[in-house]
């Protein structure tokens, strides 16, 4: 009987440390339906810049304001500021710097390392 | 021959498991204890306690979060029409069937929500509109947003007593001192519209499990005959390739293809002579007989 018990509780041992290390780092669970707030930094920053984009093209501050909302940061200025401020530090995209920085204008958080990217201004502002 | 012990039993055959040494382990146990182990390990990993969630990307995005994300794919488009990203960016989003349709789906699911409330939903779904009607899609936004526009009648306001008109200021104003001085003639220097040689007259799709994901090119003469030997580059994301027509002789000396992989989206141009095409998306497609293939496009360049 003490035979049993052992091989059961061996099989049990080598059982569990397989299924966690499949569940946990070979197969993990894939998330669907998930929150946009959820979304690795990369991409969150990529999110920006379109919006930033859009920024350009309707002028529509409150609109980007809303839609950057939606990533789930507490100050949309600071955060749009620190992103900007990423790009330009890690010599990004020079399009993308040039979005970003005039979205932080126009959220009145334009720093001395931005003022060489300032270049547009939304078409809707321009003469 | 064997003698009973003092008992009176025998012993035990040579080959009898009686006689053989017993394994340690018990292997049907053992083999209970790995599957019994493997599900609660699998069921803990995955149910109770699955790993955090991180490095989540757009398309993994529940239906309304990635209507925004493609929102704000246009908006960019709206801004610099950089059309090859926006088509990467959403089939990134690994959406069914041809992506730029499921964007006139996703604005007309959107267009009948409180979405479009506000003036920057309106906004974000008419670029939504733009990207796709330019490509030759269309959806039940085009209606709906339409119907929206039609303008608010206006109250009529009656005028109100005419005011005086206010007197004449006390201070006179002061005569110009300065002249004015004048403008120089702007000088404007021509420039040259750009010519290309030739240009992109038709683009058609077709599905074919044997001819499946090709771009089949044809350069033509205006009178429809073939040019040998033209340079053609297709372009997609992060490469691109040169090749030249004639070089299958079966097809035509105007003929040149190209194998385009699944899910990927290209352009076409003839090189240096002309503008490049749309891009041509390698979405998938049914044929008649219902074989499961990848859309294939067969343009044709003249000249301009």
């Known amino acids: ?127 | 021959m064997t003698r009973p012990d003092a008992s009176g039993n025998l012993p035990p055959d040579r080959s009898s498991k009686y006689r053989r040494p017993r394994s340690p382990i018990s292997w049907a146990a053992l083999i209970i204890g790995l599957i019994i182990g493997l599900s609660a390990g699998l069921a803990y990993a995955w149910l109770l306690n699955p790993v955090e969630e991180y490095d989540t990307e757009p398309w993994q995005l529940s239906d309304q979060d990635r209507a925004n994300y493609i929102a704000a794919i246009t908006l960019q488009y709206s801004y610099d029409g950089d059309l090859n990203l926006a088509v990467n960016r959403l089939l990134a989003l690994r959406l069914t069937g041809d992506p730029i349709q499921s964007v006139a789906d996703i604005a007309c699911r959107l267009a009948t929500t409180s979405y479009v409330d506000n003036n920057s939903g309106i906004h974000a779904v008419r670029t939504m509109m733009t990207f796709y009607q330019l490509q030759g899609r269309a959806g039940c936004a085009d209606t709906l947003l339409a119907a929206s526009d039609q303008p608010t009648p206006l109250p009529t306001i009656e005028a109100a007593t005419p005011t005086l008109r206010p007197p004449a200021t006390k201070t006179p104003t002061p005569p110009a001192q300065s002249q004015a001085t004048p403008t120089l003639p702007a000088v404007i220097i021509p420039t040259i519209r750009p010519q290309t040689a030739y240009a992109l007259v038709d683009v058609r799709t077709f599905c074919s499990v044997e001819f499946s994901g090709v771009i089949e090119v044809r350069v033509q003469r205006s009178n429809g005959d073939g040019v040998p030997g033209t340079g053609v580059r297709v372009r997609w994301n992060d490469g691109e390739s040169t090749f030249f027509t004639g070089l299958k002789p079966e097809r035509g000396s105007d003929y040149a293809d190209f194998q385009m992989e699944a899910a990927k989206a290209y352009t076409v141009e003839v090189l240096g002579q002309s503008d490049p095409s749309q891009p041509l998306v390698a979405g998938p497609c049914t044929t008649d007989i219902g074989g499961q293939a990848i859309t294939s496009y067969r343009v044709t360049f003249r000249p301009g």
């Open chain 1, 1 to 127: 009987m003490l035979r049993f018990f052992l091989s059961i509780f061996v099989g049990l041992t080598l059982g569990l440390a397989l299924g966690l290390y499949l569940g946990w780092v070979q197969f993990p669970r894939q998330y669907i339906n998930s929150p946009i707030t959820s979304l690795t930094e990369r991409f969150k920053d990529e999110y920006t810049v379109m919006i930033a984009a859009g920024y350009l093209a309707d002028g529509d501050l409150g609109g980007a304001f809303d839609r950057l909302r939606l990533l789930g940061q507490s100050n949309i200025p600071a955060y749009v500021q620190t992103v900007t401020e990423r790009y330009i530090t890690n010599s990004r995209d020079a399009r993308d710097i040039a979005y970003l920085v005039a979205l932080a204008e126009g959220l009145g958080r334009l720093t001395p390392i931005m003022e060489p990217y300032r270049q547009l201004r939304p078409l809707e502002q321009q003469p």
